[in-house]
């Protein structure tokens, strides 16, 4: 091949562009596959914060038959007679339980996990939940804060991008409960 028609093949602009339509069809495919990972790891995390929410929630209402009644008061708060006085009754419920039957849990090694298959989709820990009762008395109902349910819960969501296994992401839900007598 002489100098002339290798200059002629180089000069020649046809199919130039291909290699960059594969670049730009490379990195758009990237992204939506970044943009799918964050959209399952925000519906994993929405939905498992809905769940202890619920579970929540049912606590407080668990703690129904322990509230007292000020309905001429205005206010409620869990405590129970004893003889001349009243003392308070708190009822923690089984928030991780209701958590393994709303979401399908199971319990291993610690963690309450959930699995897609054979893969993990995510599993919680460190549940605490913090009951705070409301004053038997309270200077001014208006003022007074309810009984009020708060739960914090630790997510780990294994993340997955390229076909590898990255760090997974942990946050840490914090929901809250308020039981307000309706009559």
Do not use: W
């Amino acid at each position: 091949m002489t100098n002339g028609k290798k200059y002629a093949i180089l000069k020649d602009n046809k199919g130039t562009s291909f290699p960059l339509i594969i670049a730009v069809a490379l990195v758009l495919l990237m992204v939506l596959c970044g943009a799918a990972e964050y959209i399952r790891l925000a519906i994993i995390a929405q939905g498992v914060r809905d769940a202890v929410q619920s579970a929540v929630i049912s606590t407080a209402n668990d703690s129904y038959d322990d509230v007292y009644h000020g309905i001429r008061e205005g206010y409620a708060g869990a405590y129970m007679p004893s003889a001349d006085e009243f003392e308070e009754s708190l009822d923690y419920g089984d928030i991780y339980g209701r958590l393994d039957e709303l979401l399908g849990l199971r319990y291993e090694g610690g963690y309450h996990v959930k699995h897609a298959g054979d893969a993990l989709e995510f599993k919680l820990s460190r549940l605490s939940v913090d009951l705070d009762n409301m004053p038997l008395a309270p200077g001014s109902p208006n003022n007074s804060h309810g009984f009020l349910a708060d739960a914090e819960i630790r997510l780990e969501v294994p993340v997955r991008f390229g076909g590898k296994l990255l760090p997974p992401m942990v946050i840490n839900l914090k929901t809250q409960a308020k039981y307000m007598p309706l009559f």
